[in-house]
Nanobody, 126 residues
Framework: QVQLVESGGGLVQAGDSLRLSCAAS????????MGWFRQAPGKEREFVAA????????YYTDSTKGRFSISRDNAKNTVYLQMNSLKPEDTAVYYC????WGIGEQLRRGGEYGYWGQGTQVTVSS
């Protein structure tokens, strides 16, 4: 079965960096668009970043643009989220998700994704 396993979360101070990883199995990774979403306590899940199946295009929410970078390594079936200049408002559980042949603006919508990981906690102290 399909599994998405996130790792790399933790407790850091404002201004620090973290790199999240999401290892995928049970699917043909190279044909899946991959996204990162987050959910803070008491808030709705929100889009963070995505990369299309070809790895040619990336998408970010305005609050993370310029600070976060998404990439993928198809040889390792892994998608990464490099997070720099972290802020307390970045505190959330971060989830990765997979959409078959995902491309374009649809990758911003969580409902488009067929598979989700269990999440990894990121806490940024001020």
């Amino acid at each position: 079965q399909v599994q998405l396993v996130e790792s790399g979360g933790g407790l850091v101070q404002a201004g620090d960096s973290l790199r999240l990883s999401c290892a995928a199995s049970g699917l043909t990774f190279s044909t899946y668009g991959m996204g990162w979403f987050r959910q803070a306590p008491g808030k709705e899940r929100e889009f963070v970043a995505a990369i299309n199946w070809a790895g040619m295009s990336t998408y970010y929410t305005d609050s993370t643009k310029g600070r976060f970078s998404i990439s993928r390594d198809n040889a390792k079936n892994t998608v990464y989220l490099q997070m720099n200049s972290l802020k307390p408002e970045d505190t959330a559980v971060y989830y990765c998700a997979a959409k078959n042949w995902g491309i374009g603006e649809q990758l911003r919508r969580g409902g488009e994704y067929g598979y989700w990981g269990q999440g990894t906690q990121v806490t940024v102290s001020s």
